[in-house]
T-cell receptor
Framework: GAVVSQHPSRVICKSGTSVKIECRSL??????MFWYRQFPKQSLMLMAT?????????EQGVEKDKFLINHASLTLSTLTVTSAHPEDSSFYIC????????????FGPGTRLLVL | GQNIDQPTEMTATEGAIVQINCTYQ??????LFWYQQHAGEAPTFLSY??LDGLEEKGRFSSFLSRSKGYSYLLLKELQMKDSASYLC??????????WGAGTKLIIKP
């Protein structure tokens, strides 16, 4: 199956700092990448959808100036949490899709963010 | 509104069979996915149903009834490694995935 990597897997940072998370599709070209957030024992929450070379589409309630998404190439998307606060502590997961909307999404291993 | 319901938690015995149900109400329907998620890890794809009926894939099978807004995931010959959360997700008319909260499956020896 398709492989998606994420880096870093875990990050601890101080409140007010920015954190960048990378998502890479290793063996396929991802026309669309998705960023999710998951709090403990809760469902996946879609934050934004990004297509290569265009601006991300953010879900309602997600601040685009706080969660900066860049999808610069067909194999890389980055999520930057700017001025992180403790309430941003969560499990951030990216997924990637190679083709049309009915193609399966393949998930990265996730990044656990802890903001002190 | 859009809603997906699945049981919060289920317990089963190693070697047995378990059926995890999912009911949904979504605006439009473009298929239903099942994903497996082990604790602290990202989801992995299990199955996709868009037509009514049963899809079998090894020890796992997934069933869909569009008229009833109902799906189930059937796991046979349960193994300890099957202990995980199982997420049901539907794709709506905008081709967006709507996720259920997941069913935590506990396997006992």
């Amino acid at each position: 199956g398709a492989v998606v990597s994420q880096h870093p897997s875990r990050v601890i940072c101080k409140s007010g700092t920015s954190v960048k998370i990378e998502c890479r599709s290793l063996d396929f070209q991802a026309t669309t990448m998705f960023w999710y957030r998951q709090f403990p024992k809760q469902s996946l929450m879609l934050m934004a959808t990004s297509n290569e070379g265009s601006k991300a589409t953010y879900e309602q309630g997600v601040e685009k100036d706080k969660f900066l998404i860049n999808h610069a190439s067909l194999t890389l998307s980055t999520l930057t949490v700017t001025s992180a606060h403790p309430e941003d502590s969560s499990f951030y997961i990216c997924s990637a899709r190679s083709g049309g909307v009915l193609e399966t999404q393949y998930f990265g291993p996730g990044t656990r963010l802890l903001v002190l | 509104g859009q809603n997906i319901d699945q049981p919060t938690e289920m317990t089963a015995t190693e070697g047995a069979i378990v059926q995890i149900n999912c009911t949904y109400q979504t605006s439009g329907f473009n298929g239903l996915f099942w994903y497996q998620q082990h604790a602290g890890e990202a989801p992995t794809f299990l199955s996709y149903n868009v037509l009514d009926g049963l899809e079998e894939k090894g020890r796992f099978s997934s069933f869909l009834s569009r008229s009833k807004g109902y799906s189930y995931l059937l796991l046979k010959e349960l193994q300890m490694k099957d202990s995980a959360s199982y997420l049901c997700a539907t794709m709506d008319s905008n081709y967006q995935l709507i996720w259920g909260a997941g069913t935590k499956l506990i396997i006992k020896p």
